[in-house]
């Protein structure tokens, strides 16, 4: 790294890193729109073990990550631990991956912050107004708060997490009053409903809960003491996240129980969980859950807004893009320039997909998030396997656990919830045209990654210098 080149600025510690880990997992949108999935195309009443499942896979994987991260020294993340365990040609393809997948998801989520706060506005206030207006205002303001400094949006963050989590301590707090402790579900963890149904779409649709994790290597630049916090941060994130989610989830489906959860299911549908507040707390409780799902969307678009934006920080800081991306702002630290080509390029996109007349909920959202998270797993898989390489290689001190055991069990859980979903593209997909959008995704992910992969080995055959730089990128 030049010494000459401005680096990011703050002095984020453990909590605020966990804050925007947290945001980004987006725990209300999870119990909102995830438990409901996970419940009726997975397992039914056993959805906290799936969970639990992909807690453990997460832990696994956590640990290998935490074990390699003192050998990174930059903000880039996955592809700093690809490039590092693999070479830079898979970690550059890695890279353009990771950009795309995210930027992929965040667009979804504009979208589908337009349309949940169009249909929010006019269900209680009667003010009709395009969605697409809302989206718009969404990108204004993320790309206010993404050009500002780091400290400004974990304090957003932080605000609106204690809000929606907030929200969800109060509904499992009802459950358990109603219910006491010996009333919930213990049919959730029998055998034979862990097994029914479809437990790997279950589990496929825990690990998306996930979707972020890694941001807190990547505000390694930004955090106080990095050694130290970092791993604190990384650990508590995960531990905390999948800790909510299995009590939160089997406090729902307590609330139902196992001898109604099909029939609730089937009657309810994507409304699962909002139809459980309202049996305990009213109307007027779920309306206010639906303003604070909104915040939830938007916490998490603008975490991912801050990974992507230091993703491409670190790309243009090592000459992989234009050093413009790398610009550092004089008096908030941040990577203003790459946060501003990103708003521009979201406006851009929704100019488009505006124009196709593309539904914001069943296509924009659909087809966005669906692809860009299998990217991230991919991503994920790639990451497990690194370290392994890593540390076989390197011969650096550690602990077998640590740098085997652990990131190859988290490997083989990722490997297998990316099977899964590959497998099901097309219903997880959904529509007329599910096939044939499943076959452009993947398509369109393998030549995203090949693209980078060319570039670095053109790199190597042409622009042996600029190949060279690239090991910095680790």
Same mark, same amino acid.
């Given at each position: 790294?030049?010494?000459?080149?401005?680096?990011?600025?703050?002095?984020?510690?453990?909590?605020?890193?966990?804050?925007?880990?947290?945001?980004?997992?987006?725990?209300?949108?999870?119990?909102?729109?995830?438990?409901?999935?996970?419940?009726?195309?997975?397992?039914?009443?056993?959805?906290?073990?799936?969970?639990?499942?992909?807690?453990?896979?997460?832990?696994?994987?956590?640990?290998?990550?935490?074990?390699?991260?003192? %050998?990174?020294?930059?903000?880039?993340?996955?592809?700093?631990?690809?490039?590092?365990?693999?070479?830079?040609?898979?970690?550059?393809?890695?890279?353009?991956?990771?950009?795309?997948? %995210?930027?992929?998801?965040?667009?979804?989520?504009?979208?589908?912050?337009?349309?949940?706060?169009?249909?929010?506005?006019?269900?209680?206030?009667?003010?009709?107004?395009? &969605?697409?207006?809302?989206?718009?205002?969404?990108?204004?303001?993320?790309?206010?708060?993404?050009?500002?400094?780091?400290?400004?949006? =974990?304090? *957003?963050?932080?605000?609106?997490?204690?809000?929606?989590?907030?929200?969800?301590?109060?509904?499992?707090?009802?459950?358990?009053?109603?219910?006491?402790?010996?009333?919930?579900?213990?049919?959730?963890?029998?055998?034979?409903?862990?097994?029914?149904?479809?437990?790997?779409?279950?589990?496929?649709?825990?690990?998306?809960?996930?979707?972020? *994790?890694?941001?807190?290597?990547?505000?390694?630049?930004?955090?106080?003491?990095?050694?130290?916090?970092?791993?604190?941060?990384?650990?508590?994130?995960?531990?905390?996240?999948?800790?909510?989610?299995?009590?939160?989830? &089997?406090?729902?489906?307590?609330?139902?129980?196992?001898?109604?959860?099909?029939?609730?299911?089937?009657?309810?549908?994507?409304?699962?969980?909002?139809?459980?507040?309202?049996? %305990? *707390?009213?109307?007027?409780?779920?309306?206010?859950?639906?303003?604070?799902?909104?915040? =939830?969307?938007?916490?998490?678009?603008?975490?991912?807004?801050?990974?992507?934006?230091? $993703?491409?920080?670190?790309?243009?800081?090592?000459?992989?893009?234009?050093?413009?991306?790398?610009?550092?702002?004089?008096? $908030?630290?941040?990577?203003?320039?790459?946060?501003?080509?990103?708003?521009?390029?979201?406006?851009?996109?929704?100019?488009?997909?505006?124009?196709?007349?593309?539904?914001?909920?069943?296509?924009?959202?659909?087809?966005?998030?669906?692809?860009?998270?299998?990217? %991230?797993?991919?991503?994920?898989?790639?990451?497990?396997?690194?370290?392994?390489?890593?540390?076989?290689?390197?011969?650096?001190?550690?602990?077998?656990?640590?740098?085997?055991?652990?990131?190859?069990?988290?490997?083989?859980?990722?490997?297998?919830?990316?099977?899964?979903?590959?497998?099901?593209?097309?219903?997880?997909?959904?529509?007329?045209?599910?096939?044939?959008?499943?076959?452009?995704?993947?398509?369109?992910?393998?030549?995203?990654?090949?693209?980078?992969?060319?570039?670095?080995?053109?790199?190597?055959?042409?622009?042996?210098?600029?190949?060279?730089?690239?090991?910095?990128?680790?």
């Amino acid at each position: 790294m030049e010494d000459g080149k401005k680096k990011l600025k703050g002095s984020l510690g453990v909590a605020p890193i966990v804050m925007m880990v947290v945001a980004t997992a987006a725990p209300l949108t999870v119990m909102v729109a995830n438990t409901p999935l996970m419940v009726s195309m997975g397992n039914g009443i056993s959805a906290p073990v799936n969970a639990l499942i992909a807690t453990v896979i997460m832990l696994l994987f956590t640990v290998g990550f935490v074990a390699m991260s003192k %050998y990174i020294t930059n903000a880039g993340a996955f592809y700093a631990f690809i490039q590092k365990g693999l070479g830079r040609s898979i970690g550059l393809g890695s890279a353009t991956l990771a950009v795309v997948s %995210y930027s992929m998801i965040l667009v979804a989520l504009h979208a589908f912050i337009g349309y949940a706060t169009a249909d929010a506005l006019n269900g209680l206030l009667s003010i009709n107004v395009p &969605w697409w207006i809302y989206s718009f205002g969404a990108v204004a303001l993320i790309a206010f708060l993404g050009y500002r400094d780091i400290e400004l949006s =974990s304090k *957003f963050l932080g605000i609106a997490l204690i809000l929606e989590i907030a929200v969800v301590i109060l509904v499992d707090i009802a459950i358990l009053w109603d219910k006491g402790p010996t009333g919930l579900e213990m049919a959730s963890f029998e055998m034979a409903n862990i097994i029914s149904g479809s437990p790997g779409l279950g589990i496929l649709f825990a690990i998306f809960s996930f979707i972020g *994790f890694e941001s807190t290597v990547i505000y390694r630049e930004e955090a106080r003491d990095p050694d130290r916090t970092i791993p604190k941060a990384t650990y508590t994130a995960v531990l905390s996240v999948g800790a909510f989610y299995v009590i939160s989830m &089997w406090c729902a489906v307590s609330a139902i129980g196992h001898d109604n959860i099909a029939a609730f299911a089937e009657a309810h549908g994507a409304d699962l969980y909002l139809a459980v507040t309202e049996s %305990y *707390f009213g109307v007027i409780f779920m309306d206010v859950m639906h303003v604070l799902l909104i915040t =939830s969307l938007f916490a998490c678009a603008l975490s991912l807004h801050n990974i992507v934006v230091r $993703y491409k920080y670190t790309l243009g800081r090592y000459g992989v893009l234009p050093e413009r991306f790398a610009d550092v702002h004089d008096e $908030y630290g941040s990577p203003h320039v790459s946060s501003a080509i990103l708003s521009a390029f979201c406006v851009a996109a929704f100019t488009v997909l505006i124009a196709t007349g593309a539904d914001p909920a069943t296509e924009i959202y659909a087809w966005g998030a669906m692809a860009g998270t299998l990217g %991230y797993m991919v991503i994920l898989s790639l990451t497990c396997a690194a370290v392994v390489v890593f540390f076989r290689r390197e011969k650096t001190p550690g602990q077998l656990w640590t740098t085997v055991i652990a990131p190859t069990g988290g490997l083989i859980g990722i490997l297998g919830c990316l099977w899964v979903a590959v497998s099901n593209l097309p219903d997880l997909i959904g529509g007329d045209h599910a096939k044939t959008v499943s076959i452009l995704v993947l398509l369109f992910l393998l030549a995203t990654f090949a693209f980078g992969f060319c570039v670095a080995e053109r790199f190597r055959a042409h622009q042996p210098v600029r190949f060279e730089a690239l090991r910095q990128l680790a």
